[in-house]
């Protein structure tokens, strides 16, 4: 019998976990002097980010579960609210009435984490005996927690970068582990920081919806007011640039909003230098299995087929697809 969609998917990210883990081991192996397996012990840079990253987490201690790449990471949930209801992103009560909220039409909105809960999280890591953070977060553009991050840094006397990805999902999630592997072989904070900003403002993403209807309720399409009503009955293709979205073209069905959409990654990933692609799905795993197996020849690692987390999905609705590329981090010489 065949792997259910739902098994499928966890099977793509059991891979992309293993190719980053022997990446990250094969760059330790080559800095001089240090082995694979050794861990800084002085000196060590950490790296928060929030759960728009896709990355999978503890849903108890919010660190990122991604074996040794993960080490030292953490993701800061960004609440949902379903009506009046607030709930944390890694309940499973969210799991469960999020989408039946999405079908139903009921009003969703989401909510920026709260500095207090970043300084926790920047004091729970110096106390762990990190020299600095650098704390990478979804465009500003689309959310408060950038702001929420510079407020809580500027509560510490303890160093810590906030970097503005200018994206989401994970064109955010790869920078995120650029700049956790950056920090693993001894990276200074700005080289760590660097490592980040360099991934994600580098980054392409791009996505097709059923309608516009969520992202109309949220607000999210407020630079687009001009184009939402010929946009509402189509099956738009969008993007994000400069940590907007914004459309790219208006196919008037979805199989033809999807071809379009491989072909805008073909496009943009043979102009990157060893694209790493992500496929999103919401509520719809076997097409996103199917538009991940398309596509993969164009990707220089495994394509991990990814739910998008409560935060966008909130936002994008039920059928949302989208693909990430972030190009290549660079060999350290």
């Avoid at 987490?57 to 990122?64: A, F, L, N, P, S």
């Avoid at 939402?228 to 979205?245: H, N, R």
């Avoid at 199989?255 to 694209?275: F, I, K």
């Amino acid at each position: 019998m065949s792997p259910r969609p739902a098994e499928r998917c966890q099977q793509s990210l059991a891979r992309w976990r293993s190719a980053l883990e022997a990446d990250l081991l094969a760059r330790r192996a080559a800095v001089p002097g240090r082995k694979p397996n050794l861990r800084r012990k002085k000196g060590r840079i950490a790296v928060v980010t929030d759960s728009s990253c896709s990355l999978p987490v503890d849903r108890g201690t919010q660190e990122v579960l991604l074996g040794p790449v993960g080490v030292n990471v953490i993701s800061v949930p960004i609440p949902v609210m379903i009506g009046d209801q607030i709930y944390p992103e890694t309940s499973h009560e969210l799991d469960r009435d999020l989408p039946l909220a999405l079908a139903q039409g009921s009003p969703v909105r989401t909510s920026r984490p709260s500095p207090g809960r970043l300084l926790e999280s920047y004091e729970s890591l110096r106390a762990q005996g990190y020299a600095g953070v650098v704390s990478i977060h979804l465009s500003a553009k689309l959310s408060g927690t950038v702001e929420a991050a510079r407020l809580a840094a500027g509560e510490l006397d303890f160093p810590v970068i906030v970097v503005d990805s200018r994206q989401a999902g994970l064109g955010l999630g790869h920078s995120v582990i650029d700049a956790a592997i950056t920090a693993q072989l001894g990276g200074s904070l700005a080289a760590v920081a660097e490592a980040a900003t360099r991934s994600a403002h580098a980054a392409e993403t791009m996505f097709v919806l059923p309608n516009l209807d969520q992202l109309r309720r949220g607000g999210r399409i407020n630079a687009m007011s001009t184009l939402i009503g010929g946009l509402l009955w189509v099956k738009p293709l969008l993007q994000l640039t400069e940590g907007e979205i914004q459309p790219m073209e208006r196919p008037r069905t979805m199989p033809r909003a999807l071809e379009r959409l491989q072909a805008r990654v073909a496009q943009h990933a043979h102009g990157m230098d060893a694209p790493r692609l992500g496929v999103h799905g919401f509520g719809n795993p076997a097409q996103a299995l199917e538009l991940a197996e398309t596509l993969a020849p164009l990707s220089a690692a495994p394509v991990p087929v990814v739910d998008l987390p409560p935060a966008l999905g909130a936002h994008l609705g039920l059928g949302a697809l989208a693909v990430s590329l972030n190009p290549a981090l660079p060999t350290t010489s």
